[in-house]
């Protein structure tokens, strides 16, 4: 076809055909024009490839590619591995081998970017999308490369022809979007250029198109006028390829039309060019078979002698190869025996070594829990045996207190109290890293109400003692902050007054702030945020995690009336480890200091507060700490913690009768009445859980209320199971103990009543 033009123009019109077609266009015709100077040795392969391909000798052309693609790595050369891979893929095709067509389109487009050239990214493009377009399931994909493409081509306008619109509308137009598909047969039409283009397949393919569209839109005189146009350029040209896709439908629609004269003579013309078609296919099938034969022949020929060749070499090697795979197994296996024989001396050498330290471990552990235990039965012992005497010291000192006579000894006294308290505090904090050091230690999950905790820590603090350090508490509770949660209070409670009193501690002069705000979760939680803010003394960087060691004591930092046990924020960390939190702190010399932890808590369900027991709460002023007529029996092996508890008893007008051990209580009970009895739990003979049973079996009515100076969680619950109706450990606030008192009163009379 296009005898006149293929001399000059065989390859170009090879580019074109196949682009018109929707098959990859090789796109070597405008290389040329493209290329500032190419390399010869390069350009001279290239050259000698498109003789090939237009010989349709496409397995020479497959080597000769090869040999290119190697030239062109070495070189770095981008634009020629295009080429290189766009040829492969048309050669491929035309083999009818779609797969190794379609990847080596993709490779053209890879190398193509590389090269940054937009003419052959635009035919990269086009040709891509031409292979995808040839499946339904890909032909969305097609339809973004092909816009790529036009898209490049709009942005070059260097007078080519849009030959990715025209492909565009004919996808359009087998998609039936005919509105899109005369938007880009528009532009296809606008682009073409007649001194751009010396042959007329663009212009017939746009006729035939526009045809299509015509007939889609049922304008049949418009569709017989651009099909006719069509007819008389493939007549013209002898475009066979168009003619043989092109005339069996316009027949069809001669037909319809009314012109059946016209239709025969299309039809029979179509007749022509498939006969002339078959015979051409069944030469190049022909031909190429030829050319596969003497291709192969031609390479079997030249491989022979290079193959008798390489069997000798191979030979040689493998001799060589067996003599020196045979020496290195033998010096591998004399260095395999010699592994082995010391492998094994170091295993049991391990091995004893091993049971050694694992013996030692073992004792070690063993020794560790002993060491524990003792720790603990001595924190235990210590706290009972320290607090015992101490509650004769704090009795008396109220007694002191409570005595007119002795106003004039106010300030001795009130240092005496403060002394106590101190001590009282260093046993409470001895005690708190035990528990927090042992695995038993557990934490009590009831509801509670957390903005009333909050006011309560707050109370806790002695206002006047504040006015006086010219240190003032405030609180801020944001309204995000839920009424009742699940949790530890009284553990949550112990933190803030150990964050808290140690912020008043070092701010002499200044303001401490207590702040809550809550984040809600999923599922009713909610991460309650607390900082406690002062504006102090600060704590250097170096100094910050310091502070949560145990006994530790910054002396630069320490104030004179700030002196503490150093176990304040160590309980704090390990408390808030219990609960899951970390605390942090922010804090800068002379600016203060900003403590900041987060508890994850559950909102309480109503059935969850309804469930928690209650208990009455009165303020002081509200008690009744009148006790005439009330009689009280105080039971204790200790002389002078009886007198204290008698004279503490008295001074509110009550009757007090002492026991010095449970037998003497028994006795007591069995014959008189009593309002309420309280009762040591470390006694000889009878202790106090025993007495209390016995007491029990014929007496159900008076309060028995244990006065001890244990603090373990046992205590309570066996005090409960003994039959004993409260807990007050020893050494007491004497308004908690009115308190508990006046309790186990109300709870009497409500009984009764």
Request: charged share 30%.
């Amino acid at each position: 076809m296009f005898p006149n033009l293929r001399k000059n123009f065989g390859p170009l019109i090879f580019l074109l055909l196949i682009v018109l077609c929707g098959q990859p266009s090789s796109a070597f015709a405008y290389f040329k024009n493209v290329q500032q100077k190419p390399k010869i040795s390069l350009q001279a392969q290239l050259d000698s490839i498109f003789k090939v391909t237009d010989d349709k000798d496409y397995e020479v052309a497959i080597q000769l590619i090869g040999q290119l693609i190697k030239d062109s790595e070495k070189e770095g050369n981008f634009t020629y591995l295009f080429h290189s891979y766009n040829l492969l893929s048309i050669s491929h095709a035309n083999l009818r081998d779609s797969i190794p067509a379609m990847n080596y389109s993709k490779k053209a487009l890879y190398y193509a970017q590389l090269s940054k050239n937009d003419t052959l990214i635009s035919w990269a493009y086009n040709n891509l999308a031409a292979d995808l377009s040839t499946r339904k399931e890909t032909r969305n994909q097609a339809l973004e490369y092909y816009k790529k493409s036009l898209s490049i081509q709009r942005r070059l306008n260097d007078g080519e022809f849009y030959d990715a619109a025209l492909n565009l509308a004919e996808l359009y137009h087998k998609s039936g979007d005919y509105h899109l598909m005369h938007k880009y047969l528009e532009e296809a039409q606008k682009s073409y250029n007649p001194e751009y283009i010396y042959f007329d397949d663009p212009l017939i393919h746009l006729e035939i198109l526009w045809g299509d569209y015509y007939v889609a839109l049922k304008s049949e005189y418009r569709a017989l006028k651009s099909y006719n146009h069509a007819h008389e350029l493939i007549e013209s040209e002898k475009v066979d390829y168009l003619a043989l896709d092109f005339y069996e439908r316009y027949a069809k629609f001669l037909l319809e039309q009314d012109y059946p004269e016209k239709a025969y003579e299309v039809q029979k013309r179509f007749q022509e060019y498939y006969t002339a078609q078959e015979s051409l296919k069944a030469k190049e099938t022909y031909q190429l078979a030829q050319a596969k034969f003497e291709a192969a022949e031609a390479r079997r020929e030249r491989n022979q002698a290079e193959l008798q060749q390489e069997i000798l070499d191979n030979d040689l090697k493998r001799k060589k190869t067996q003599s020196i795979l045979l020496a290195s197994i033998i010096v591998l296996m004399i260095l395999f025996l010699a592994y082995l024989f010391y492998s094994e001396r170091l295993r049991l050498g391990l091995i004893k070594n091993l049971k050694v330290k694992n013996k030692n471990l073992e004792q070690a552990k063993i020794r560790a829990e002993r060491s524990e235990r003792a720790k603990t039965r001595f924190f235990s012992t210590l706290s009972h045996e320290m607090r015992t005497p101490l509650y004769g010291v704090t009795g008396t000192i109220t007694i002191f207190e409570n005595n007119p006579e002795l106003k004039k000894y106010e300030e001795e006294i009130s240092s005496l109290r403060f002394s106590a308290d101190h001590l009282l505090e260093i046993i409470n904090d001895l005690l708190d890293i035990s528990k927090l050091e042992d695995d038993s230690f557990k934490l009590v999950k009831k509801s509670f109400n957390i903005k009333l905790l909050v006011e309560d820590v707050i109370n806790s603090f002695d206002r006047n003692r504040l006015r006086n350090a010219q240190c003032f508490l405030n609180c801020e509770i944001d309204r995000s902050v839920p009424n009742y949660v699940m949790g530890d209070a009284r553990r949550i409670k112990q933190v803030l007054l150990n964050i808290i009193g140690n912020a008043i501690k070092f701010t002499p002069k200044g303001e401490v702030t207590l702040r809550l705000n809550s984040k809600h979760l999923e599922s009713g939680r909610h991460q309650v945020h607390f900082e406690i803010e002062d504006n102090g003394i600060g704590i250097p960087k170096d100094k910050q995690e310091a502070i949560f060691d145990e006994f530790s004591q910054l002396e630069e930092l320490q104030l004179r009336e700030a002196k503490g046990t150093g176990l304040g924020l160590p309980i704090v960390r390990k408390l808030l480890e219990k609960m899951g939190a970390d605390i942090t702190v922010e804090s800068e010399p002379g600016r203060g200091s900003l403590f900041s932890f987060d508890l994850l808590l559950e909102e309480a369900t109503l059935q969850q507060v309804a469930s928690t027991p209650k208990k009455v709460v009165h303020p002081i002023t509200e008690l009744p700490v009148d006790f005439e007529g009330k009689r009280f029996l105080v039971v204790d092996d200790n002389k002078i913690n009886r007198m204290v508890t008698n004279r503490i008893l008295k001074n509110f007008k009550a009757e007090v009768d002492e026991a010095p051990d449970g037998r003497e209580a028994i006795e007591r009970v069995k014959s008189q009445d009593y309002d309420l009895i309280l009762m040591d739990i470390n006694m000889p003979g009878l202790n106090g859980y025993q007495t209390t049973q016995i007491i029990r079996e014929f007496e159900l009515n008076v309060p028995i209320v244990a006065l001890t100076a244990s603090v373990e969680n046992y205590v309570i619950r066996k005090a409960e199971f003994c039959g004993m109706n409260d807990v007050i450990t020893k050494p007491f606030n004497t308004e908690k103990f009115f308190k508990a008192i006046s309790e186990q009163f109300a709870r009497r009379a409500q009984a009764i009543n």
